[in-house]
């Protein structure tokens, strides 16, 4: 079974950078694309990035495209997710996950994942 652990949140100034990590187990990893979503307290589970299997193509929410970049190192059966720019409205809890479907049957249903990280807290101070 993958199992997935998410690192590298914190607090963080407004404008400041983070970068997210996703360690998975298992041999399998490189066979999923792998997505980021975000909860923030009192809403819904936000998508905002996947990556395909060999992280050639990626597709991203269009409220972070160009201050988010989703990447993966399939030898450290890893995705990241580094974050610029950050904004108050960034804090959340972030998860990884590895998408059951394929790369580009909708993305952004969190139903179409079948294996979540327990989240890392993203805290932007102002």
């Known amino acids: 079974q993958l199992q997935l652990v998410e690192s590298g949140g914190g607090l963080v100034q407004a404008g400041g950078s983070l970068r997210l990590s996703c360690a998975a187990s298992?041999?399998?990893?490189?066979?999923?694309?792998m997505g980021w979503f975000r909860q923030a307290p009192g809403k819904e589970r936000e998508f905002i990035a996947l990556i395909d299997e060999s992280g050639g193509r990626t597709y991203y929410a269009a409220s972070v495209k160009g201050r988010f970049s989703i990447s993966r190192d399939n030898a450290k059966n890893t995705v990241y997710l580094q974050i610029n720019s950050l904004k108050f409205e960034d804090t959340a809890i972030y998860y990884c996950?590895?998408?059951?479907?394929?790369?580009?049957?909708?993305?952004?249903?969190?139903?179409?994942?079948?294996?979540w990280g327990q989240g890392t807290q993203v805290t932007v101070s102002s």
């Open positions: 996950a590895a998408k059951a479907a394929q790369f580009d049957y909708n993305p952004v249903d969190p139903n179409q994942y079948k294996r």
């Open positions: 298992g041999r399998t990893f490189g066979n999923f694309p």
